[in-house]
């Protein structure tokens, strides 16, 4: 099997995706209680992040980086939108206020960053 070395932007791309996969299952154990349905989002996360990370290791191609890409990019989505409506109904949201869930956020945003620079570096 003659595959090519994934080069360093895909590997810290993995790496972000499986740290944010850690991170959201942390999330799910957190939130299960509270809201069932945050919890059910941030488990779906992980296990995309998960598939999506073993898919640019494995394929060099440049969907699955914009696949990496629109996976950060749910999980940055997952932490502002429900602090966005809470503030919009006049409720306050201490969501933002978690070290896990900003913690997510970081890491989801690294690895769209990270996987749009690495696509732009990819040959068409």
Do not use: C, K
Not at 18 to 41: E, K, Q
């Amino acid at each position: 099997m003659n595959r090519p070395q994934p080069t360093t932007g895909r590997r810290i791309v993995t790496a972000l995706l499986v740290a944010s996969a850690v991170v959201h299952a942390v999330l799910t154990v957190r939130l299960w209680a509270y809201s069932p349905g945050l919890a059910a989002i941030d488990a779906l996360i992980a296990v995309a992040a998960l598939v999506v990370a073993g898919a640019v290791l494995l394929r060099d191609e440049p969907a699955v980086l914009l696949a990496a890409a629109v996976v950060g990019g749910v999980g940055v989505a997952t932490f502002l939108i429900p602090g966005l409506v809470a503030v919009a109904d006049g409720q306050s949201f201490d969501g933002w206020l978690d070290p896990w869930a900003f913690g997510a956020l970081l890491l989801d945003a690294l690895a769209v960053r990270v996987a749009v620079f690495t696509l732009r570096r990819a040959p068409v």
